[in-house]
């Protein structure tokens, strides 16, 4: 009975030795975890893209923001108290466990009982059965939540991405399928419910876990107060309000338009920042009482995430108005300057997912809740106050603000890691530069090539760009990059 005990304690408790080691592994395990889903995800976006109209797009994206909104409102922050918590027990997943689905369950209820009420507002009647069918999400999601905080909290990234890899190849098979037998628009929602069918299975599997029928009013006290900020700051980045009030706003068609850019953004975001995203968390909260190697730790992560995202994100916008019709067709042409947009903010999304990791790693979700809090509340007022301008003016407008409110978030970091927004800034100064030479360079080639096939121009522009990116990090940063690759030896 003893060993069984220490056994299950330890498969409990936070790494505290050979961390360097597990964030090493675990960021490799992480960007499998990552690619898969966002390689299979382009298929699946390549293909609907060129089946479905803007307006379908648009329909689908509208009930998954009110499905999002379900997964928005569950308490998935008790999974992050889970994670960050030093000392956790049985009871505290079992508790945990029924909380998340209870809730599910009560809330998938009130989705399909609003369905109706939303199509007749909307003028949709398709939402009617989309809203109840990608809801369903709900219920697989907050099954997992347990599950997935096992993996996390003791690193296990090799578990995570193959359950992520297994999914994702089980809802691009669907979605194709279906695409392929006539059934338009419910192929698009059938893959994003499978995602979460897939996932739930997997993490079961995968934690070698199971909930017991126990529920303990003490054990959810202990979690309470972080789990209920989290759970806000969950609430705060689930719900897709800016779709949701676009496509009341301004209709199907731009919303579809916004939605088909905010996915590029999206498959992006997580192919580059979802590797660091876990890992950092759980990489983090170990080393609450250990500040010299957190801020260090952090450091190190930024400067990383910041010489990989950045050349990608502006490398896009670059060649955008080649690549969006090359690829996806003529009929997203429109696309085109709001997927520059959000290019600029996925600079700024590539750094902030370790901001909040590092944030809320130290205890601070209420920060982090009101900060996020505060941000929402000024972008749903900008969206109501100026969807009049049309939707390209509306999301440069959008992306300036999101700017503005990434100031603050500056001084949280400098005061948790001790040292001086100087300091902090230097951080980036290598790679802004790289990239500024970098989209001189490339918007020189497509200049000289104005008159060329959009093809063989885009080529070119990419690996100047490339080409010349890469020489100026080597010549510049050779110290930064030989503590990256020192690291990784030691590991």
Not at 29 to 50: D, E, H, N
Not at 82 to 96: E, F, S
Not at 367 to 395: A, D
């Amino acid at each position: 009975m003893t060993l069984a005990l220490e056994s299950a304690d330890k498969r409990l408790a936070q790494l505290r030795s050979g961390r360097a080691s597990a964030a090493i592994t675990g960021t490799l395990w992480s960007l499998v975890s990552s690619l898969a889903p966002a390689a299979l995800g382009l298929v699946v976006f390549l293909a609907t893209s060129r089946v479905l109209a803007p307006a379908e797009f648009g329909i689908v994206a509208f009930a998954a923001s009110i499905a999002t909104i379900g997964l928005a409102v569950a308490p998935a922050g008790f999974r992050e108290a889970l994670i960050q918590r030093q000392n956790i027990t049985p009871v505290h997943l079992d508790t945990v466990f029924w909380l998340c689905l209870g809730a599910s369950g009560l809330i998938y209820a009130a989705l399909c009982l609003v369905a109706p009420f939303i199509a007749a507002s909307a003028g949709q009647e398709a939402l009617v059965a989309l809203i109840p069918f990608i809801s369903a999400r709900v219920i697989f999601d907050m099954a997992a939540a347990v599950p997935n905080a096992l993996l996390v909290r003791t690193m296990s990234f090799r578990m995570l991405a193959l359950r992520t890899t297994v999914a994702s190849l089980v809802a691009a098979a669907v979605c194709i399928g279906l695409l392929w037998l006539g059934f338009g628009l419910w192929a698009l929602a059938a893959s994003q419910l499978a995602v979460s069918v897939t996932t739930c299975i997997g993490a079961m599997v995968a934690a070698r876990w199971r909930p017991r029928l126990k529920f303990d009013w003490r054990a959810l006290g202990e979690l309470r107060s972080f789990g209920l900020f989290s759970t806000g700051n969950h609430l705060l980045a689930t719900i897709s309000i800016d779709q949701i009030l676009i496509g009341a706003l301004l209709g199907p068609a731009w919303l579809g338009l916004y939605s088909f850019s905010r996915r590029i953004f999206q498959i992006l975001t997580d192919l580059l920042s979802g590797a660091l995203n876990l890992v950092s968390y759980s990489l983090l909260s170990s080393m609450q009482r250990e500040p010299s190697k957190l801020r260090d730790a952090y450091l190190l992560g930024t400067f990383a995430t910041s010489i990989i995202a950045f050349p990608v994100f502006a490398g896009l916008a670059l060649v955008a108005r080649d690549l969006i019709p090359l690829a996806f067709g003529d009929q997203w042409v429109e696309a085109v300057p709001v997927v520059q947009a959000f290019c600029v903010l996925g600079l700024l999304t590539a750094i902030g997912i370790l901001q909040s990791s590092l944030i809320r790693s130290q205890g601070q979700a209420d920060l982090w809740f009101w900060y996020v809090l505060g941000k929402q509340i000024v972008t749903v007022l900008y969206i109501v106050l100026f969807s009049s301008w049309g939707l390209v003016p509306l999301t440069v407008s959008l992306v300036a603000l999101n700017i503005l409110m990434w100031l603050p978030t500056i001084h949280m970091v400098v005061r948790l890691i001790g040292i001086s927004v100087l300091a902090y800034m230097r951080t980036f100064g290598l790679p802004v530069l790289a990239t500024l030479i970098m989209w001189a360079l490339g918007s020189a080639v497509q200049v000289q090539l104005a008159d060329a096939e959009p093809l063989w121009r885009m080529g070119t522009a990419i690996g100047a760009a490339a080409l010349c990116y890469g020489a100026v990090v080597l010549l510049m940063g050779r110290a930064r990059l030989a503590a990256l690759s020192g690291l990784a030896r030691r590991r």
